[in-house]
C-alpha cells in the first residue's frame, strides 16, 4: 500500500541546534510538502517541492530549508532551531492533478527547548 | 486572517447520535472544498472531495455538502461510533491541480462517548 513515512516521530532539540525531518513516500508521486501545525491553528506550507534537486518556498519558509535528493525523498532542516519551531511537522505527497489529493505522514512531533 | 474558520471548536455526542461540523470559508477561488479526519498523533486522511457549486457528497457514515454561493460547507456524521473520536479538518484548495494553495481551518475535534 501506497505510503507516506516520516522520521522521528518525535524529537527533543536544544535552541540553536540543527534538525533534520526526513519524509519518504512509496506512491510514486512527483509532488512533496512540509507542512507544521500548531495547536488551534490549521496547517501551513512550509516548503514544498515538484521535482528532485528542487524546492520551492511555501508561505512561512523562513527558519527552514528543504532538500529533495530524490522523487521519494524529502527533507526539512533547521539549521538554527528556536524555540518558535516547536511545533507538529508534517509531510505529504500528491499528484499534480484531479485535485491533487494530499496523504500525509504521521507527523513528527519536535520540541525545542 | 484565518480564511476558513470551523465550528464547533469542539463537540461531545454519544455513541449512536449524529452530528453535523460546519465550514465556513471566504477563499477565492474556491476550486474544491475536502473534509480529513485527524486521529490523535496521526496524519490526516481525506473523508470526502466536494467539487460542483452546490455539491452533496456520501461515503457510509459520512455525507458532506457545498454551497459555493454561501462559502459553505456541512459534514454530518450517522450514527457515531467510538472510533469516530476525531479532529475533522476542512480544507479549501483555489484550484484543481498541486498548482493551487490549500486553505486549511483549524480542525473540530469531536468526542465519542458510550
Known amino acids: 500500500e501506497a505510503a507516506v513515512t516520516q522520521s522521528p516521530r518525535s524529537k527533543v532539540a536544544v535552541t540553536g541546534g540543527k534538525v533534520t525531518l526526513s519524509c519518504h513516500q512509496t506512491?510514486?508521486?512527483?509532488?512533496m510538502y512540509w507542512y507544521r501545525q500548531d495547536t488551534g491553528h490549521g496547517l501551513r506550507l512550509i516548503h514544498y517541492?515538484?521535482?528532485?534537486?528542487?524546492?520551492e518556498k511555501g508561505d512561512i519558509p523562513d527558519g527552514y530549508k528543504a532538500s529533495r535528493p530524490s522523487q521519494e525523498n524529502f527533507s526539512l532542516i533547521l539549521e538554527l532551531a528556536s524555540l518558535s519551531q516547536t511545533a507538529v511537522y508534517f509531510c505529504?505527497?500528491?499528484?499534480?492533478?484531479?485535485?491533487?489529493?494530499?496523504?500525509f505522514g504521521p507527523g513528527t512531533r519536535l520540541t525545542v527547548l | 486572517k484565518t480564511q476558513v474558520e470551523q465550528s464547533p471548536q469542539s463537540l461531545v455526542v454519544r455513541q449512536g447520535e449524529n452530528c453535523v461540523l460546519q465550514c465556513n470559508y471566504s477563499v477565492t477561488p474556491d476550486n474544491h472544498l475536502r473534509w480529513f479526519k485527524q486521529d490523535t498523533g496521526k496524519g490526516l486522511v481525506s473523508l470526502t472531495v466536494l467539487v460542483d457549486q452546490k455539491d452533496k457528497t456520501s461515503n457510509g457514515r459520512y455525507s458532506a455538502t457545498l454551497d459555493k454561493d454561501a462559502k459553505h460547507s456541512t459534514l454530518h456524521i450517522t450514527a457515531t461510533l467510538l472510533d469516530d473520536t476525531a479532529t475533522y479538518i476542512c480544507v479549501v484548495g483555489d484550484r484543481g491541480s498541486a498548482l493551487g494553495r490549500l486553505h486549511f481551518g483549524a480542525g473540530t475535534q469531536l468526542i465519542v462517548i458510550p
Open positions: 517541492s515538484y521535482v528532485a534537486d528542487s524546492t
Open positions: 506512491n510514486n508521486h512527483d509532488y
Open positions: 505529504a505527497s500528491s499528484d499534480a492533478g484531479g485535485y491533487a489529493e494530499q496523504f
